[in-house]
């Protein structure tokens, strides 16, 4: 038996259509909002002068290169 399962997201601002869902946290909480591309690039415009300044904390933000995959090397294992 075959199922097909169409989920339509609904603007959370005007009731329209919404094409994504966007997730931001502000005062440690974090939010989700579904919301159409104009919402969104409204919601954007609005924090982009914050998130110019302010400093990333984890989430896609890299403050060291990553881990290389794989089993140890004897060169990384004496490197520091």
Excluded: C, H
């Excluded at 591309?37 to 002068?49: E, H, Q, S, T, Y």
Aim: net charge negative; proline share 8%; charged share 30%.
């Amino acid at each position: 038996m075959a199922k097909t399962v169409i989920v339509k997201l609904t603007d959370d601002l005007d009731g329209g259509d919404a094409d994504e869902t966007v997730q931001f946290a502000l005062d440690g909480r974090s939010f989700e909002v579904d919301l159409s591309g104009a919402n969104a690039a409204k919601l954007r415009d609005v924090l982009k002068p914050y998130m110019e300044k302010g400093r990333g904390s984890g989430g896609g933000t890299r403050t060291r290169p990553p881990r290389p995959s794989g089993p140890p090397t004897q060169e990384s294992l004496y490197s520091s």
